[in-house]
Nanobody
């Protein structure tokens, strides 16, 4: 059983930056593809970014391309999401997730484990 704990959320002005972190425990971190999702009030959970086990492959949803970077440090069991040029519409609860699928999946149903989420609020 893998436990995921996110941190780094908060209140930031539009145009600002945040770095989210997710620390994993209870499993072999390097054997999981990792992803970030977000859910805004009244909306479905949506894919943000994903990274392969070794970190060589990444994928992003179009709305964050060029503004966000996903990375991982397997030695620290941690995955990061660096978010720059934040917009009001980035406001959401951000979730970290782990998948046993090799190719980074973009569908929430393909992830086995989830964190509790961290709130990101962007003021306009």
């Amino acid at each position: 059983q893998v436990q995921l704990v996110e941190s780094g959320g908060g209140l930031v002005q539009a145009g600002g930056s945040l770095r989210l972190s997710c620390v994993a425990s209870g499993g072999s971190f390097g054997s999981y593809t990792m992803g970030w999702f977000r859910q805004a009030p009244g909306k479905e959970r949506e894919f943000v970014a994903a990274i392969s086990r070794g970190g060589s492959r990444t994928s992003y949803t179009d709305s964050v391309k060029g503004r966000c970077t996903i990375s991982r440090l397997n030695a620290k069991n941690t995955v990061y999401l660096q978010m720059n040029s934040l917009k009001f519409e980035d406001t959401a609860v951000y979730y970290c997730a782990a998948s046993s699928i090799f190719t980074p999946p973009v569908t929430a149903g393909n992830y086995n484990y989830w964190g509790q989420g961290t709130q990101v609020t962007v003021s306009s």
